[in-house]
DNA sequence: TTTAATCCCAACTAATTTACTCGGATTTCG
DNA sequence: CGAAATCCGAGTAAATTAGTTGGGATTAAA
């Protein structure tokens, strides 16, 4: 029941760019040495959220990657969806083609979890991470 | 973001048990065939879920599987916890030992999506589930 | 007391996923 | 032009998943 590092290291890599929100393009050199990420592993993972069309690449010298959106307009779900796949404990649900859904009693309970997963990630934003932590921090 | 099969098949294995429960030793064939699972691969699960303390075995012709407990005082969260380890989307919370976490803003979220997932599952149990099912055939 | 039904246990394995690495091509700023 | 970046596809070692195989031990019933 974990996500994949695929999902930890793209949020934080988000949260990074979060941070730098309206300052210029990321080079993903800098993000995966904050982090202490593998460089070329994270590309591989902020591909993924620029296909998706959350972040927004700038080629060649002085560029990088910027959100696509404000930090206030993106929430964890989206983030984690695109790298895991969607927000749901077990795939019959996902997939909405089992068989023995009729009969099946724990059925119920993956969809309370998927529910509740769902509302969690889906109600915080990047913007309330980087908010909370300043505040901690302080 | 997904269970494996083991606790979503030991999941169904306790439920099928609850069903039962109070007519005696099931056989984990009968439980391998109405939940058509593999039934070595079964017996494996249903071994840690016996070593847990969750279900009671009696060996020998007419023996079987009986859950430890009755079905209202057993929750989901320990039928899982038990063959997926800690309920926490990522390891850095249940181990405690992550040096990046005072500088982390995705802790956060870690937390709060895992207080939620346990909320929802150690608040219900195998009697639940079996109830809710019976109302939804009838 | 035999026999059949059961659980108990350990080892093996194929397929998939995970978490990367490697090598280069392309684009753009100064 | 040259350095700083992103872009892209292929390869890979280790771990995990989802089982299978094969036998041994126990017990109730005939």
């Keep these: 029941?974990?996500?994949?590092?695929?999902?930890?290291?793209?949020?934080r890599a988000a949260l990074d760019l979060a941070d730098r929100y309206g300052q210029g393009p990321v080079p993903l050199k800098a993000i995966a040495e904050r982090e202490e990420i593998s460089e070329h592993y994270l590309e591989q993972l902020i591909a993924e959220l620029r296909k998706a069309g959350l972040v927004i690449s700038q080629r060649g010298a002085q560029g990088g990657y910027i959100l696509a959106r404000a930090p206030d307009k993106i929430t964890v779900a989206e983030i984690v969806e695109v790298l895991e796949g969607p927000i749901a404990p077990v795939d019959c649900l996902a997939e909405d083609n089992c068989k023995r859904?009729?009969?099946c009693a724990a059925q119920a309970i993956w969809k309370k979890l998927?529910?509740?997963?769902n509302q969690v990630l889906g109600s915080t934003t990047l913007a309330d991470l980087i908010?909370?932590?300043k505040r901690l921090k302080s």
Tied chains: 1, 2.
């Design 101 to 103: 859904s009729p009969v």
């Design 131 to 133: 908010a909370e932590n």
């Design 1 to 11: 029941m974990r996500l994949s590092t695929k999902g930890q290291y793209g949020l």
């Design 114 to 117: 998927a529910a509740a997963m």
